[in-house]
């Protein structure tokens, strides 16, 4: 079957999300997180029956980076260097400080929102980020990432019983 298929890739919120539609009408979006974009792929095509498909990929994130060294966006990256040049670093490094910093942002706010849907109750700074950063020390890639995250939320709860002891 040669009809057209799109597979639209762009990063959101850390996330990297996969749209798919075809001219049938069908229309599938998969997040990904702490996956590369060939293993999204890859798994994506597995999960929704595309194995041997042909699929043409749009890769979105490129054109978000030819805007970002458009003149609208010049003063930020001038304003970027400055700092990186008071601190004695390169741009980069802050970039990527500024990407990670973000990142860790909005994992806190997913893992506010599983407990807090998962036990409905409010869910402390604290309490989150001994989450994640168990989730992040304790990862297994045979689950997924609720999976994961829900066994990092034993470990912390076992920790604290330990250190009440």
Known sequence: DRSMKYLYCRYEHGYLVLNYKDESGCR??????????????????????????????????????????????????????????RLGMETTEIEETIFRKVEERYLLEDVKSWYENTYDRACSE???????????????????FWTNLENAHKRVKAKRRKQKI
């Open 28 to 85: 599938i979006a998969h997040r990904y997180l702490y996956y590369t974009l060939r293993e999204a792929i890859k798994l994506f095509r597995e999960r929704y029956g595309l194995r041997y498909k042909y699929i043409t990929v749009k890769k979105c994130f490129e054109e978000e980076s030819k805007m970002i060294r458009n003149k609208r966006y010049a003063p930020i990256a001038a304003e970027l260097e400055n700092v990186a040049k």
């Open 126 to 144: 604290k309490t989150a980020k001994a989450i994640l950063n168990e989730f992040e020390n304790g990862e297994d890639a045979n689950y997924d």
